[in-house]
């Protein structure tokens, strides 16, 4: 194998983790890759998805119960998790404003200085975080996406944030993208075929007004063998996920023979790479030994 390369993993919360990217992270720690979640918020805000873990004990101290939650998912990917140390901003009831002192309401600096800290200390090779809408409009997902692309853009400038650590430029960033029409509607004929139900009629009726779709992906990386794996990720997230809900509504050997891949956006890249990818290290080993031969004189 070529010499390990680093990614990180910008999200907004406990469990967006094993929701997004989470069998491609596997693999590459799998493969030898060195992998962190950069989680921005406790999750402290977030509701108990899950009736069997609507118990008064959990409700009295949900913030501690995330964070187990979110240590057993991050064991069960293989990978390192940094907390940022963000407030949740919580859903805003009916458009009410985010209070003062959340991720979403301190000013954007704050964030990007504290990511710049965390990438200059990891050196990432590749950074994945979400699209301009969050991959869903909650106003932590929105700052998680401005913090992250200003972060990329500043860590390798020496004269931003010098108290950050020594400059490091990573040389890609991409959005993740969790669902693709496509992909939502190739599940929804397969499951209809077999005569099994299909969660997803509404989103699809839906899919017209969301941003986001099949053209932007750039990235599909083949991860179907490490989907188990995922699905335990998610389910240490016992008071998010419900083991009876949507996130288990395709057989796994459906998923793997119809969509065996999780699918990315690149967006910045300062090595030479072509889409369609099926790695999001493409073009990176070869950036880096071209880098330490031009470094080592002839
Ligand atoms: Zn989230």
Not at 100 to 123: D, I, K, N, S
Request: charged fraction near 25%; include cysteine; proline fraction near 8%.
């Amino acid at each position: 194998m070529s010499a390990p390369l680093r990614l990180m993993a910008v999200h907004a919360h406990p469990d967006d983790e094993s929701s997004k990217g989470a069998a491609t992270m596997a693999r590459y720690v799998t493969e030898g890759h060195e992998v962190l979640v950069v989680t921005c918020t406790g999750g402290e805000e977030g509701s108990i998805l899950n009736p069997a873990m609507d118990l008064p004990e959990v409700r009295a101290d949900l913030s501690a119960v995330r964070a187990r939650e979110v240590a057993e998912a991050i064991a069960v990917l293989g990978v390192r998790q940094h907390r940022l140390g963000f407030t949740d901003s919580g859903w805003p009831d009916g458009g009410a404003p985010v209070p003062p002192g959340r991720f979403a309401t301190v000013p954007l600096e704050q964030g990007t200085e504290r990511l710049v800290t965390v990438m200059r200390e990891f050196r990432p090779h590749v950074v994945v975080t979400y699209d301009e809408n969050g991959g869903y409009p909650h106003p932590d997902h929105i700052r998680c996406h401005e913090v992250s692309v200003a972060a990329f853009d500043a860590a390798g400038d020496d004269r931003l944030f010098p108290a950050a650590g020594p400059p490091w430029t990573p040389l890609k960033l991409y959005y993740v993208h969790e669902w693709c029409e496509l992909r939502m509607r190739t599940f929804h004929t397969a499951l209809l075929a077999e005569g099994l139900d299909s969660p997803y009629h509404e989103w699809l009726d839906e899919w017209a007004d969301k941003p986001g779709s099949t053209e932007r992906i750039t990235t599909r990386v083949p991860c179907g063998e490490h989907f188990p794996v995922r699905d335990r990720a998610l389910l240490a997230h016992a008071t998010q996920i419900d083991p009876h809900s949507h996130w288990f509504a395709v057989p796994m050997r459906m998923q793997q023979r119809l969509w065996p891949t999780e699918d990315f956006e690149l967006v910045r890249s300062h090595v030479d790479t072509e889409s369609p990818e099926d790695d999001l290290f493409t073009g990176v080993s070869a950036f880096c030994s071209r880098k330490r031969e031009e470094r080592i004189p002839g």
